[in-house]
Nanobody, 118 residues
């Protein structure tokens, strides 16, 4: 069964930190590049961080130096440590494999809301 369950979001003041978690089913996670995406109302989902199965990472310029993505391959979990949060980080955050996210009708989890107040 395809599964993506995100958690860890919340309401934070600017400058604070949050760690998001995503539990994925093995069919999504195994050997795939995993990513964290975010979406605000009226906008497309954007990729903010990605990590290969070997641990190589890449980040959008807007979060570079503040966010850290990591993964637990044994338990099919991907994390997003978010530091120095800013109001523009407010969004619903989702995880997925990049391969699945690129398909015409990808399955997404429910996401987790992050709200940063100034």
């Amino acid at each position: 069964q395809v599964q993506l369950v995100e958690s860890g979001g919340g309401l934070m003041q600017a400058g604070g930190s949050l760690t998001l978690s995503c539990v994925a089913s093995g069919s999504i996670f195994s050997r795939n590049v995993m990513g964290w995406y975010r979406q605000t109302p009226g906008n497309r989902r954007e990729l903010v961080a990605k990590i290969t199965s070997g641990g190589n990472t890449d980040y959008a310029d807007s979060v570079k130096g503040r966010f850290t993505i990591s993964r637990d391959n044994a338990n099919f979990i991907v994390y997003l440590q978010m530091n120095s949060l800013q109001p523009e980080d407010t969004a619903v955050y989702y995880c997925n494999s990049l391969l699945r996210a690129a398909t015409s009708n990808p399955h997404w989890g429910q996401g987790t809301q992050v709200t940063v107040s100034s």
